[in-house]
């Protein structure tokens, strides 16, 4: 998949018979999805021996053309008539450089009906949302050799069975804020900091997106300890009555007129010392980006998962395990092209096809030193220069560096050269 960046079979299978094959490996009883998903962590514990790093937690949905009489067995994904599977990684992310370290498990899964018993009378155990709880917790074995981890999520992970229940030394978790908790001490969790002094101020580059323009903002800063309350309807009454977490605020003053301003609440379990600390959990929490980066990568800006034909769920689970792990490799590729990685070819690249690029490296490499690959031979930096330029990206350091879509075309185009070489002495 990662070097075809796609998962349509017939053009894994390279002909009938491959296809044949991968049909084959698909419906295989002994292939489970419980166990593609198991090797999503393949190489990842090594890899954070020591370290500080982000386990990024979402969901993603994967939504399939479907008709009244051809479900395919897929549960419903949201309002209407839309159909699909559900995917939820762990993508461990390096706290300092951002490096991608790989994956850590996740679940994927196909809802199978909607719930007789009500939300709130349900433990955690028994709802969708208790997938934040299960996947930190399988986390946990994989990152084991890590010197310290912080589970990153979004708004949905804000659930109190979390922050009694994971949390451990050197574990801790960073979440937006999603509810306006009742405090322990009386009160409520978003008007806590209007009691709190501004810690800093920062100007800071807000980046373009669907809703919203690019700009300057300028941001203020207020952290403190809050003791949040059990909620009184929760069905787990054995976990503890309250519990302690140190609340950030980030504001921007004075927005543009018409401008959403930006606010975020984060809640996380580490002590804060200061306000340099606070800010660089901040930048932790903007890491999450790099999971969604990775669910583009799975759809629509590269191996177009949604786009699939296979007939029945289960054989689309397991193909969506292992694009999940393509889509990691994929973007493990995109960030070795500065050579900060120190990762080798062979990580992503058999032997033959990094044979393949020491053939193709001088007719790619231009006249100048600025276009000549700087990276050392056989490092993941030295194959991903090729595979850039051969999907279009000039080698200029100066200009934009290359994205997942110049990796996928250069990738599609690189695989035509490697049969072309692997056949000239056939």
């Not at 330029?389 to 080698?395: E, Y």
Request: proline residues 6%; glycine residues 8%; contains cysteine.
């Amino acid at each position: 998949m990662v070097e075809a960046t796609t998962v349509c079979l017939r053009s894994l299978g390279d002909g009938r018979s491959g296809t044949v094959r991968f049909g084959r490996f698909l419906s295989n009883p002994k292939v489970t999805t419980a166990a593609l998903i198991e090797g999503w962590s393949a190489g990842t514990a090594a890899a954070v021996r020591g370290r500080h790093v982000l386990a990024l937690q979402d969901t993603t949905e994967a939504h399939f053309r479907t008709a009244a009489g051809r479900r395919r067995g897929l549960g419903a994904t949201g309002k209407g008539n839309v159909y699909g599977l559900m995917v939820h990684p762990v993508l461990v992310i390096d706290a300092e450089s951002g490096v991608c370290h790989g994956l850590a498990g996740g679940k994927i899964w196909t809802r199978s009906g909607l719930a007789q018993q009500p939300h709130r009378k349900r433990c955690s155990a028994d709802k969708e949302s208790g997938r934040w709880l299960d996947v930190a917790e399988a986390a946990k074995e994989v990152l084991a050799g890590a010197a310290q981890v912080t589970v990153v999520a979004d708004r949905e992970a804000d659930l109190y069975a979390a922050w009694a229940g994971v949390p451990a030394p050197a574990f801790h978790l960073l979440i937006r804020a999603n509810t306006n908790r009742v405090l322990a001490g009386g009160g409520r969790l978003y008007d806590a900091p209007a009691a709190w002094p501004d810690a800093d101020r920062r100007i800071v580059e807000l980046r373009e997106r669907a809703d919203r323009r690019p700009r300057q903002a300028v941001l203020t800063l207020r952290y403190g300890e809050v003791a949040i309350k059990r909620p009184d309807y929760a069905p787990d009454k054995h976990l503890p009555p309250s519990l302690k977490l140190r609340l950030i605020e980030i504001r921007e003053l004075d927005p543009p007129a018409g401008e959403e301003p930006l606010h975020w609440r984060l809640l996380t379990t580490h002590a804060i010392a200061d306000a340099a600390h606070a800010w660089e959990i901040v930048r932790w929490y903007t890491q999450r980006w790099h999971i969604e980066q990775l669910f583009r990568t799975m759809k629509s800006q590269g191996l177009g998962i949604e786009d699939s034909q296979i007939a029945d769920a289960e054989r689309l689970l397991k193909l969506a395990a292992i694009a999940t792990r393509a889509a990691c490799i994929i973007m493990q590729l995109v960030q070795a092209r500065d050579g900060k990685t120190n990762q080798p070819a062979a990580d992503v690249f058999p032997s033959e096809e990094i044979a393949t690029m020491d053939a193709l490296l001088p007719k790619i490499e231009g006249a100048t030193a600025k276009q000549k690959n700087p990276h050392p031979p056989h490092s993941l930096a030295w194959a991903a220069w090729i595979i850039a330029r051969l999907g279009g990206w000039s080698g200029y350091a100066s200009y934009r560096p290359p994205g997942p879509i110049t990796m996928r075309n250069g990738l599609e185009r690189f695989k035509a050269i490697a049969l072309g070489f692997a056949l000239q002495h056939v």
